[in-house]
């Protein structure tokens, strides 16, 4: 069996192909970047994946060698994303399964990517915890549901490093550099905010911001600020493994790539006799393979889910029913 898998719900459009053992034999990928030191302008993103799809889809069919009759199931990000990626992209698919008489298989984008994560590193049931420029979340398969046990109640982690960084004049992404300073700083005392489980990290952002202008070294705050956010997570993810009895961590998003925040999650993982997964940052990013391989888990199932319109730009991942487990 092949599932073939499109990606677009934001600046990534990718088509993977994979087979049912979760062998990837296809992946393709072009990325969208906005106009310097713009953000993503959604309207063009979309434009770059209409203008691009078909290019990307010969692409992938070529690399395996096969024709798309040959494929069982089409599946694509529904969400969630941005209205006009997610637009493009299902129309996109929808046609390609009406033309070929495939079966047409809408995939959560959260969900892929943690999916993808298990493939590749082999956890089983693992807490993960999926931290990236868009989102942080800490997440956990209880029943046939995944549940966010704790999330960020304003912005992701990934954007708090990056608003430090282009404060201080760093290039973008900050979090790497950020990450190389902190091995030269001292600690300044920053707010701690966790809330029940969830995550704050704008108030953070503002002290460090109020420090520099202080005068405080950017080593300092670099160092603090990484040591400050990243022992929130690693709190929030030590009580969802004790809440669920869970004995692995996934990390997962490009904050992951953090060695300092490797190092926090192992020393507590190692106390409690869990094992620490790293996604390689090849498949942290967004592509198609992991919508693919999404897709072939509901086709292995012989359950394929229903969305009653074509994508959902707000779509949450515990709203999807696992039938895989
Ligand atoms: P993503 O949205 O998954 O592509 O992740 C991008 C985010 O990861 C950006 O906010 C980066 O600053 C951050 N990032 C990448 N590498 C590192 C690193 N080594 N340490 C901390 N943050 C990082
Ligand atoms: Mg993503």
Redesign the pocket.
């Known amino acids: 069996m092949f599932c073939l898998g499109i990606e677009g719900t934001a600046h990534t459009l990718g088509i993977g192909i994979i087979d049912e053992n979760g062998k990837i034999l296809a992946d393709v990928r072009k990325v969208y970047s906005p106009p310097l030191g713009k953000g993503i302008i959604p309207n063009e993103a979309a434009k770059h994946h209409e203008k691009n799809k078909e290019i990307v889809l010969k692409e992938a069919l070529n690399q395996v060698n096969l024709e798309i009759d040959e494929i069982d199931g089409i599946a694509y990000s529904a969400g969630p994303g941005l209205p006009p990626c997610l637009s493009s992209v299902s129309n996109f698919a929808n046609k390609l399964a009406k033309k070929y008489k495939k079966k047409l298989i809408p995939v959560n984008h959260m969900l892929a990517h943690v999916e993808i994560g298990k493939l590749v590193t082999k956890a089983r049931d693992p807490i993960v915890v999926y931290?990236?420029?868009?989102?942080t979340m800490i997440l956990g398969l209880v029943e046939n549901k995944y549940r966010v046990f704790g999330e960020t109640l304003d912005i992701?982690?990934?954007?708090?490093?990056?608003v430090v960084?282009r404060e201080m004049g760093l290039p973008?992404?900050?979090?790497?550099?950020?990450?190389e300073l902190a091995k030269k700083g001292k600690f300044v005392n920053l707010p701690y905010i966790v809330k029940g489980m969830d995550l704050s990290f704008s108030g953070i952002v503002t002290a460090c911001i109020k420090k520099l202008k202080e005068g405080v070294k950017k080593e300092d705050i670099a160092f603090s600020l990484?040591e400050v956010c990243f022992s929130m997570l690693t709190e929030v993810t030590e009580r969802a493994l004790a809440h669920t009895g869970k004995n692995e961590v996934l990390l997962?998003?490009?904050?992951?790539?953090?060695?300092?925040?490797q190092e926090k999650m192992e020393r507590m993982c190692k106390e409690r006799g869990a094992r620490v997964f790293y996604l390689p940052?090849e498949y942290?990013?967004?592509n198609g393979v992991m919508i693919a391989w999404v897709g072939m888990l509901f086709l292995k199932s012989k359950k394929i889910p229903k969305i009653e319109r074509r994508f959902r730009a707000r779509w949450r991942i515990e709203e999807v029913e696992i039938p895989w487990v």
């Not at 931290?131 to 989102?135: K, T």
């Not at 973008?172 to 990450?179: A, E, F, N, T």
């Open positions: 931290v990236s420029g868009g989102n992701p982690l990934g954007n708090a490093l990056d960084a973008m992404p900050g979090g790497p550099q950020l990450d990484e997962v998003g490009g904050v992951a790539a953090s060695k300092i925040l940052q942290a990013r967004d």
